[in-house]
């Protein structure tokens, strides 16, 4: 009698899921800004993105360059918010999953928050910035509490999402901990430009080159969004590099914003153009799992060993 052969696994339908990254420059026309992100979100949807990054505080100027209690006035509670009633709308009505960043009043604290808009409108999740930066152009402590919330990740239709905030993504802890809570793909929502002390230095390949790290160090598609145009305050101004991206797995640039050359081994172009619009990119999140499975760097982790990162100086596994 012969052994019957063992029955092939079957083959398992690709889970494919588009994203989108977008960027636009920002006036004090609250509704001119609302205006052009849904434009963006509309015409991302249309081309088939089925998540879609909107930039930082996208409803205003970037306002934290200087420091001005009446700013405060843009701040809202997320009850009966209407920006995120309208972006969650437009969700609906697209069948996408939308991040949305607002200024956030709850009580007498201020927070630097994301919701997350599902597919059918549904408000999934809200997160609070975690990493406050204070400095010349960039004083957002005047404004925002430290977020409360722990790094979170978000249910959707399509995938299973991390996101954090813009100074966030300098820390490679909060993309590390999206990771490990299950994230499929990293979004970083961001405000991001020259330098008021040195108008002549560009931050812009070091901002990305870190998120690429991220990207590959968790091998995970990893998508930035970031603000164009120049932003003049009283006693400051920036330029946003837009620059808006996204990276796939292993690191590399699959699509850049306003890119004026393709640069080798998946690398950013350091002085993208600034142009209001979006760009996209299809993953596998299957066999992105399959892959990180495959590498064995989350098996092979020691968080035994990691004791001295929960603290400021690293004193916990100091040896006397």
Known sequence: MVAAAAAPLLAAQPRRVMIAATQMACSWDI???????????????????????????????????????????????????????????LAAELGVVLPISFFERAGNAHFNAIVVADADGSIVGHYRKSHIPDGPGYQEKFYF????????????????????????????????????????????????????????????????????????????????????????????????????????????????AGARSKQANGGIDPEPEQKEGFVTATFDLDACRNERAGWGMFRDRRPDLYGAITTLDGSRNRRT
């Open 145 to 256: 509490n430290p977020g409360d919330t722990g790094i979170k990740v978000f249910k959707t239709r399509f995938a299973d999402i991390g996101v954090l905030i813009c100074w966030d993504q300098w820390f490679p802890e909060g993309a590390r901990c999206a990771a490990l809570q299950g994230a499929e793909v990293l979004f970083y929502p961001t405000a991001i430009g020259s330098e008021p002390p040195n108008p002549s230095y560009s931050s812009y390949p070091h901002w990305a080159r870190v998120m690429q790290g991220h990207a590959g160090a968790n091998m995970m598609p990893v998508v930035a969004s970031n603000r164009i145009g120049t932003e003049t305050f009283e006693h400051s101004h920036i330029t946003f590099y837009g620059g808006s991206f996204i990276a796939g797995p292993s690191g590399e640039i699959v699509a850049q």
């Open 31 to 89: 509704e001119d800004n609302l205006r052009k992100a849904e434009g963006l979100v509309r015409q991302a949807a249309a081309a088939g993105a089925q998540i879609i990054l909107l930039q930082e505080l996208f409803e205003a100027p970037y306002f934290c360059q200087e420091q001005k209690a009446e700013y405060y006035r843009l701040a809202k509670p997320l009850e009966d918010n209407p920006l995120i009633q309208r972006f969650a709308k």
